[in-house]
């Protein structure tokens, strides 16, 4: 026992085993308590070192540098993701912060390409995330904040995001989708008036931030005008209980424009009542009816309704003559932006089936293509279909 020295220290290995001291070295694992490993776990740990580099062709110091760089890198990519994880994380909700109405108030400033969409049977403004982003990660956007503090930073996508993000919990903006026409709510089973021309949209629950998403605006921005038309409103209202006080030249006046207005309005019942005359006449002598100012009764603005000056009654057929061409057009769209179009799967399972070959016959009967007859193209060359507002195109 007394001829036995002392165990091997770390880096050298016993009689027979790795190679001398000296010839490399490996960073001591260290228990949760602190404690050290032993001699003979590290003489293990060294003998194991040395097989794995004899496995993989490279000498012992190279496969420790190997292993050290592998734990750095992992070590990095773990302190980036939780650096990335801090970023974005969510933000408590609660009352509109001033950097929200900050955002809010620069981003209605910017072009977003709004569209008008009906929420709650009231009009609000539709806008896309990908260009709200977009703006927010603009040079514009770095110049603002220069000038206005509240402004959060903006450096990458997450930050825009976060920055984004601070619309809808402060309840500025809030996600929607277009809603579907033929669902109900509730036991009600009226069907929801519907405006020509706009989206009916409901709000989602989840409040992501995808490019894709579509946004309405809550924010409605300053108040001053609010006020301003209020006090003007205000103010009539007094003028026109003072009426008995008003000068002689000035209720006269009043008198002749009110004339004048109710002229008009009875112009406006005879031009309803002759059109509508003329639309009884007409779908018996000449089908399917003649309308005079169709769109003197839709939800368009005032000129609007005077426009066209006459159109054909819609049939069913024009009807789905117009989807087609719009679905057309929405493939065409699509496929010259190089994207997958629905339009053009559905018009490749509407296609008809390929009919079986006709007999021959003389050039004089010749048998038409299939659906020329009855094709709504052809329907509208034999008259004008009804004008109407065009619905606003999806982006």
């Known amino acids: 026992m007394s001829d036995q020295g002392p165990p091997p220290q770390q880096g050298e290995p016993s009689q027979g085993g790795p190679p001398p001291p000296g010839s490399f070295s490996i960073p001591i694992p260290v228990g949760p308590n602190g404690e050290k490993p032993t001699p003979e776990q590290i003489q293990q740990i060294q003998q194991q070192l040395v097989a794995e580099a004899q496995k993989h062709g490279i000498s012992v110091q190279e496969y420790v540098q190997k292993l050290r760089q592998q734990a750095m890198?992992?070590?990095?990519?773990?302190?980036?993701?939780?650096?990335?994880?801090?970023?974005?994380?969510?933000?408590?909700?609660?009352?509109?912060?001033?950097?929200?109405?900050?955002?809010?108030?620069?981003?209605?400033?910017?072009?977003?390409?709004?569209?008008?969409?009906?929420?709650?049977?009231?009009?609000?403004?539709?806008?896309?995330?990908?260009?709200?982003?977009?703006?927010?990660?603009?040079p514009a956007y770095?110049?603002?904040?220069?000038?206005?503090?509240?402004?959060?930073?903006?450096?990458?996508?997450?930050?825009?995001?976060?920055?984004?993000?601070?619309?809808?919990?402060s309840l500025l903006a809030l996600r929607v989708t277009k809603q579907d026409e033929d669902a109900h709510e509730g036991h009600s089973h009226a069907k929801a008036k519907r405006v020509k021309g706009l989206w009916t949209v409901k709000i989602e629950q989840h409040q992501d931030a995808n490019d894709d998403n579509y946004y309405i605006w809550l924010y409605e921005g300053s108040q001053m005008k609010q006020k301003l038309y209020a006090a003007g409103a205000l103010l009539v209202v007094i003028a026109i209980v003072l009426f008995p006080l008003w000068p002689l030249m000035l209720r006269q006046g009043v008198w002749y424009l009110s004339m004048g207005m109710l002229g008009l309005i009875g112009l406006f019942f005879a031009m309803a009542i002759v059109r509508l005359i003329i639309f009884i006449?007409?779908?018996?002598?000449?089908?399917?009816?003649?309308?005079?100012?169709?769109?003197?009764?839709?939800?368009?603005?005032?000129?609007?309704?005077?426009?066209?000056?006459?159109?054909?009654?819609?049939?069913?057929?024009?009807?789905?003559?117009?989807?087609?061409?719009?679905k057309e057009?929405?493939?065409?769209?699509?496929?010259?932006?190089?994207?997958?179009?629905?339009?053009?799967?559905?018009?490749?399972?509407?296609?008809?089936?390929?009919?079986?070959?006709?007999?021959?016959?003389?050039?004089?009967?010749?048998?038409?293509?299939?659906?020329?007859?009855?094709?709504?193209?052809?329907?509208?060359?034999?008259?004008?279909?009804?004008?109407?507002?065009e619905e606003a195109e999806d982006e």
């Open 142 to 169: 770095q110049k603002a904040r220069a000038k206005n503090p509240l402004l959060p930073e903006v450096t990458d996508r997450a930050s825009a995001e976060n920055c984004f993000k601070l619309l809808p919990l």
């Open 281 to 326: 006449i007409t779908i018996f002598a000449a089908p399917p009816g003649f309308w005079l100012y169709p769109n003197l009764f839709e939800d368009v603005g005032f000129f609007d309704s005077f426009r066209p000056v006459w159109a054909w009654q819609e049939t069913p057929d024009d009807i789905q003559a117009k989807k087609i061409a719009k």
């Open 329 to 389: 057009k929405k493939a065409a769209k699509a496929a010259a932006k190089g994207l997958p179009s629905k339009a053009k799967k559905g018009a490749i399972e509407a296609a008809p089936m390929p009919a079986a070959p006709a007999p021959a016959a003389d050039v004089d009967s010749a048998p038409q293509p299939t659906g020329s007859e009855t094709s709504p193209a052809n329907m509208l060359m034999q008259r004008p279909p009804r004008a109407s507002v």
């Open 73 to 138: 890198a992992q070590q990095q990519a773990q302190m980036q993701a939780q650096q990335r994880a801090q970023q974005q994380q969510p933000i408590q909700p609660g009352p509109p912060k001033p950097e929200a109405i900050a955002v809010a108030n620069w981003l209605k400033s910017q072009d977003l390409k709004p569209r008008t969409v009906v929420h709650d049977e009231k009009r609000k403004d539709m806008f896309k995330v990908k260009r709200a982003i977009r703006a927010l990660s603009s």
